[in-house]
């Protein structure tokens, strides 16, 4: 069974920057695409940035962070990033990681998910 664990959660300043991190045991990461999605209190999950198997490395990002946000993979340490910059108040969310076949910003697509983490973006 695939376990996915998301960090860097925190409470930032808006335009403040964190970098997410979701990382798997047992399971190498650049064999599957991996997808960040989010959920506000009272909103539905919204998909915001996926990347492909390292074969093709596809990156996809939501309008709402586009130009913004990062995702890359970290191969050497089974890890892929999400670098988050110039922080909203409408960026404060629960951050997930999940894995799947393809890069889509669909949720229903991805077989594998972790926790969360709480991002805060608030003066």
């Known amino acids: 069974q695939l376990q996915l664990v998301e960090s860097g959660g925190d409470l930032v300043q808006p335009g403040g920057s964190l970098r997410l991190s979701c990382t798997a045991s047992?399971?190498?990461?650049?064999?599957?695409?991996i997808g960040w999605f989010r959920q506000a209190p009272g909103k539905e999950r919204e998909g915001i940035s996926c990347i492909a198997s390292s074969g093709a490395s596809t990156t996809t990002y939501a309008d709402s962070v586009k130009g913004r946000f990062t995702i890359s993979r970290d191969n050497a340490k089974n890890t892929v990033h999400l670098q988050m910059n110039s922080l909203k108040d409408e960026d404060t969310a629960v951050y997930y990681c999940?894995?799947?076949?393809?890069?889509?910003?669909?949720?229903?697509?991805?077989?594998?998910w972790g926790q969360g983490t709480q991002v805060t973006v608030s003066s």
């Open positions: 047992r399971f190498t990461l650049s064999y599957i695409a």
């Open positions: 999940a894995a799947g076949t393809w890069c889509t910003m669909n949720p229903g697509q991805y077989d594998y």
